[in-house]
């Protein structure tokens, strides 16, 4: 049995510890808190990170299979018992409960979701169980479909936020529309740069190869393998990127070719490092330069010259270029073609341009340096790392 004194001292010790955990633990929990914010900032931290989560579900269009993945994290944005994601006619997805239930009655939906898309406006639908908020989906000025919110009372809030939530989805479906297009464009590039140099290369690659046939056939035969080689390459059909390594040996063999036709009046020397030579590439970004450098900038010397290709590791980016000591180009001539109000007979500096300031951005577009009579310099600097670009199997 403790004495009276003993247990004073113990139950004082005991408070005084209580104290201190209730302390520590207070201290921790109001910091943490602090650190978290408000309660509106954690309500916005919540809203955006589940429409950031909704967002990559669009990438493809409104589809059944992308709207049903968004559905649950749309729903947790509202607040609402219900959510369902239509087309024009048909409905791609539905969360919730009542959503589920008020989906079982046939036409229920999709009745009202047409009525909201033909009035391109925002419905309100009082039912017994269930109101529904019927939002369309407007992209450049039409509507594709329609946000649907359920609850058992739809209040002013929940109409606004259903029709700002509509808007949204408009908005990854417009860029989505915008990716789609560039995609198609970027191929489209790549069709016009293919049938500007295949002409032109044929012709003249098939006479050089025929003037071998007779007087060297061992090398009329090798040609032969290059020049299969090389448009093989150039009209493959998987793929907008490739590799620097793979675009290197295409302007070898493109080289070779020349060679055979142009003979000692074109040298080359190259300064490459391997660091850069898994770096992806667009597709045919690097050919057309050489091939600008021997056409225009070398062919019209009597004694041809020399073009000089580096690619060096400069950090985050790989840095190549292509450089002759030909004819070069008059500044204002450049600038027109680059800037699209002229054709010019440089037409493939400026889609290879267009293309690699349409995937990396304007600060990665063709850097020249030229001048007549003082041959030309283009500079090219790629990101070394690029998700999501795929170089695609080598040929």
């Given at each position: 049995?403790?004495?009276?004194?003993?247990?004073?001292?113990?139950?004082?010790?005991?408070?005084?510890?209580?104290?201190?955990?209730?302390?520590?633990?207070?201290?921790?929990?109001?910091?943490?808190?602090?650190?978290?914010?408000?309660?509106?900032?954690?309500?916005?931290?919540e809203t955006l990170h589940r429409v950031s989560q909704a967002a990559p579900h669009f990438s493809s269009g409104l589809q059944a299979e992308g709207a049903g993945r968004?559905?649950?994290?749309?729903?947790?944005?509202?607040?609402?018992?219900?959510?369902?994601?239509?087309?024009?006619?048909?409905?791609?997805?539905?969360?919730?409960?009542?959503?589920?239930?008020?989906?079982?009655?046939?036409?229920?939906?999709?009745?009202?979701?047409?009525?909201?898309?033909?009035?391109?406006?925002?419905?309100?639908?009082?039912?017994?169980?269930?109101?529904?908020?019927?939002?369309?989906?407007?992209?450049?000025?039409?509507?594709?479909?329609?946000?649907?919110?359920?609850?058992?009372?739809?209040?002013?809030?929940?109409?606004?936020?259903?029709?700002?939530?509509?808007?949204?989805?408009?908005?990854?479906?417009?860029?989505?529309?915008?990716?789609?297009?560039?995609?198609?464009?970027?191929?489209?590039?790549?069709?016009?740069?293919?049938?500007?140099?295949?002409?032109?290369?044929?012709?003249?690659?098939?006479?050089?190869?025929?003037?071998?046939?007779?007087?060297?056939?061992?090398?009329?035969?090798?040609?032969?393998?290059?020049?299969?080689?090389?448009?093989?390459?150039?009209?493959?059909?998987?793929?907008?990127?490739?590799?620097?390594?793979?675009?290197?040996?295409?302007?070898?063999?493109?080289?070779?070719?020349?060679?055979?036709?142009?003979?000692?009046?074109?040298?080359?020397?190259?300064?490459?490092?391997?660091?850069?030579?898994?770096?992806?590439?667009?597709?045919?970004?690097?050919?057309?330069?050489?091939?600008?450098?021997?056409?225009?900038?070398?062919?019209?010397?009597?004694?041809?010259?020399?073009?000089?290709?580096?690619?060096?590791?400069?950090?985050?980016?790989?840095?190549?270029?292509?450089?002759?000591?030909?004819?070069?180009?008059?500044?204002?001539?450049?600038?027109?073609?680059?800037?699209?109000?002229?054709?010019?007979?440089?037409?493939?500096?400026?889609?290879?341009?267009?293309?690699?300031?349409?995937?990396?951005?304007?600060?990665?577009?063709?850097?020249?340096?030229?001048?007549?009579?003082?041959?030309?310099?283009?500079?090219?600097?790629?990101?070394?790392?690029?998700?999501?670009?795929?170089?695609?199997?080598?040929?």
């Amino acid at each position: 049995m403790l004495s009276a004194a003993a247990q004073t001292t113990l139950i004082i010790a005991i408070l005084t510890i209580a104290v201190a955990v209730v302390y520590y633990v207070g201290f921790h929990v109001l910091r943490a808190s602090r650190e978290l914010g408000t309660d509106a900032d954690r309500a916005t931290y919540e809203t955006l990170h589940r429409v950031s989560q909704a967002a990559p579900h669009f990438s493809s269009g409104l589809q059944a299979e992308g709207a049903g993945r968004a559905a649950r994290h749309l729903r947790d944005v509202l607040g609402c018992e219900g959510l369902a994601i239509t087309d024009e006619t048909t409905v791609l997805a539905v969360d919730g409960v009542l959503a589920e239930t008020v989906s079982r009655e046939p036409g229920r939906i999709e009745e009202h979701s047409s009525d909201a898309v033909r009035a391109a406006r925002t419905q309100v639908i009082r039912g017994q169980g269930a109101d529904g908020v019927y939002a369309p989906i407007m992209v450049r000025g039409q509507a594709v479909g329609t946000v649907v919110a359920l609850a058992p009372r739809a209040n002013a809030g929940l109409v606004r936020a259903t029709t700002e939530l509509a808007a949204w989805v408009a908005a990854q479906l417009g860029l989505a529309e915008l990716d789609e297009s560039r995609a198609l464009l970027m191929e489209a590039e790549v069709r016009a740069l293919r049938a500007q140099i295949s002409p032109h290369f044929i012709y003249n690659s098939l006479n050089a190869i025929a003037s071998f046939i007779n007087t060297d056939p061992q090398r009329a035969r090798t040609l032969v393998v290059e020049f299969a080689d090389f448009t093989r390459y150039s009209f493959r059909r998987h793929g907008d990127f490739t590799t620097v390594a793979e675009e290197l040996q295409a302007i070898d063999r493109y080289l070779l070719l020349e060679k055979a036709r142009f003979g000692e009046r074109i040298r080359v020397s190259l300064a490459i490092a391997p660091e850069v030579l898994s770096t992806v590439i667009p597709f045919l970004s690097l050919q057309p330069l050489v091939e600008n450098a021997v056409r225009h900038g070398l062919e019209g010397k009597a004694n041809g010259g020399l073009i000089t290709l580096t690619a060096a590791d400069d950090g985050a980016f790989a840095e190549i270029t292509v450089e002759d000591d030909g004819v070069g180009i008059d500044p204002q001539e450049l600038r027109s073609l680059l800037a699209g109000t002229t054709d010019g007979i440089h037409v493939g500096l400026r889609n290879v341009d267009v293309r690699l300031r349409q995937l990396y951005g304007d600060d990665h577009g063709l850097v020249i340096d030229t001048a007549p009579g003082a041959g030309t310099l283009i500079t090219v600097r790629i990101p070394k790392f690029q998700p999501g670009n795929d170089a695609g199997p080598p040929l």
